[in-house]
């Protein structure tokens, strides 16, 4: 009988070894979550896949504002610190680039369909994926557009943008509708244009001179550029140019969704209240903010992320594995796919499901025919509030006539300087 004894309890040690060496073997993964909105979604989700593979998911949510400091905190715990984590942009890959694994060459980035979202270090290896995006650009009501004679088709750069938005300028009494909802600059709405609309020229200025990292210093290379789309919103508008400080976002929201201007400066964030003040998806459409430059009839729309997957590098190599085949799981499988469209509206992944947001789909509709994406430039911003208020002021002053052009240059080329001294 002892024997026998010693002989099970043999057996069940090696069993015991087995699987924890088993367990070890396959990994786990704990995910440290950005969004609190999508807590939920991703806790069944993770269930799913425990329930489907025998691998252990952890989600964890922080806070709302708190990410930053939750990473640090969590990252401390070394052995049971996140195996997945978010960057957010450069300034993120600087802060936590050591504990970025190299993505390059792994099935999930094969999945990929643009690594136009995706983070990079200083040795040019990719460290962050870009799961999700929100576009911007000139939300269009394509049966007002056809009220007027036209369509989309005939707007394909500034030029053609300019001359239909200057003829229904023109006719609006006799239309009943104008070209552009109000450029407001009260801080309801003027983020559109000190922070959306720099976009235009930092993105160009950026990608010709090579610009990867925060700069000291802007050049306002495409500041032509800027002040030709500028002058179009304030021009070919109901809105009194010289009280701009007075119209809220709302107010041009309104303007749109009653019918009473042709575009509107906005992204894929505005379609679900659109469609809730009753316009229908076969009128909505979203076109490049055109503003001059050349080439730019190859452009796509504004578009960019904050949300990025980045996996530790610190962690064991067999947590990295399950890290990654569960990524793949995610963008790949039916359940994983069907949660993205429903929670973050279309990712960048082959097998992304259609997205209802007709916005989105537009964006889409562009990369798929190799039109290049105008990304976020304006995620360099130094000390942003402050150099954005300037950008607003020197608006407010040169659409009122009280200042030229050149104070909006000072305030875009100083301004950055002055405001990059400020936090470094």
């Excluded at 070209?179 to 559109?192: K, Y």
């Excluded at 010709?208 to 700069?215: A, L, N, Y």
Aim: overall charge negative.
């Amino acid at each position: 009988m002892k024997k026998l004894l010693v002989l099970l309890l043999a057996v069940v040690m090696t069993l015991s070894v087995v699987s924890v060496t088993s367990a070890e073997e396959s990994g786990k993964v704990y995910y440290l979550n950005f969004k609190p909105e999508a807590d939920q979604a991703w806790q069944d989700l993770a269930a799913q896949y425990t329930a489907l593979t025998g691998v252990p998911v952890k989600v964890m949510t922080a806070a709302s504002g708190s990410y930053s400091n939750t990473l640090t905190s969590e990252m401390e715990k070394k052995d049971a610190a996140p195996t997945l984590f978010q960057i957010g942009n450069a300034e993120g890959v600087a802060t936590w680039g050591d504990y970025a694994l190299a993505l390059d060459g792994t099935e999930l980035m094969d999945e990929m369909t643009t690594a136009d979202f995706n983070l990079k270090n200083a040795k040019g290896e990719t460290v962050a994926v870009g799961y999700c995006y929100e576009a911007y650009g000139i939300i269009t009501n394509k049966t007002l557009l056809e009220k007027a004679g036209y369509t989309l088709a005939d707007i394909k750069d500034f030029a053609s943008l300019k001359k239909i938005a200057d003829d229904i300028h023109a006719r609006s009494a006799e239309l009943g509708f104008d070209a552009f909802t109000s450029a407001g600059l009260d801080g309801s709405s003027s983020w559109r244009f000190s922070g959306h609309l720099t976009n235009m020229p930092l993105f160009y200025e950026f990608r010709d001179d090579g610009v990867t990292e925060q700069p000291a210093a802007v050049k306002g290379s495409y500041l032509y550029a800027y002040k030709n789309i500028w002058d179009l919103y304030i021009t070919d508008s109901q809105a009194d140019a010289k009280k701009l400080s007075g119209y809220t976002g709302g107010a041009a929201e309104e303007e749109f969704y009653s019918g009473k201007a042709v575009f509107f400066q906005n992204g894929t964030w505005e379609y679900a209240t659109l469609i809730e003040k009753g316009m229908k998806p076969e009128e909505l459409a979203m076109l490049p903010i055109y503003c001059g430059v050349e080439g730019e009839e190859n452009a796509a729309l504004c578009a960019g992320t904050e949300n990025c997957w980045a996996v530790n590098a610190k962690a064991s190599e067999a947590d990295q594995k399950a890290t990654l085949a569960f990524l793949k799981w995610v963008v790949t499988s039916e359940e994983g796919t069907k949660m993205m469209a429903e929670q973050f509206g279309p990712i960048p992944f082959k097998a992304a499901k259609e997205s209802s947001n007709v916005f989105f789909n537009d964006s889409t509709a562009m990369l798929n025919d190799g039109k290049y994406v105008v990304t976020w430039a304006f995620n360099f911003t130094p000390d942003v509030d402050n150099w954005r208020a300037g950008i607003v002021s020197a608006l407010e002053q040169y659409s009122a006539g009280t200042a030229d052009w050149g104070e909006v240059e000072y305030a875009f080329v100083d301004g950055w300087s002055k405001c990059y001294e400020n936090t470094h």
